[in-house]
């Protein structure tokens, strides 16, 4: 069983339409994981799939890296997936970190 440490917040909600999309195209923005405290930290999940897109297209514009505040990058996006990476985090202190 896994503890709860903290929650995702999700902007505009998260339907099962959200859901299915952001499988396919292996991205979720706009979420915050929420800490037992009440803090927000804003956060975006990656696929690896995508996160190799995002890479190619940024070194063709001549930057070879990929960075983003709050990035998380998952096997795959999916509600258990971001939950979990969550909440793992959480209890890592993580969050917490400057």
């Not at 195209?25 to 037992?36: A, D, K, M, N, T």
């Not at 690896?48 to 514009?61: C, G, I, S």
Request: charged share 25%; proline share 3%.
């Amino acid at each position: 069983m896994t503890t709860h440490h903290a929650r995702l917040v999700f902007e505009h909600g998260f339907s099962e339409q959200d859901a299915a999309e952001a499988a396919v195209r292996g991205y979720r923005s706009h979420v915050w994981v929420e800490l037992i405290d009440g803090t927000r930290h804003r956060v975006t999940f990656l696929d690896p799939t995508r996160a190799a897109q995002e890479l190619d297209v940024e070194a063709r514009a001549g930057r070879p890296f990929l960075a983003e505040v709050g990035l998380i990058l998952v096997a795959e996006v999916t509600l258990e997936n971001m939950t979990l990476a969550a909440n793992m985090l959480a209890a890592e202190g993580f969050f917490a970190k400057p």
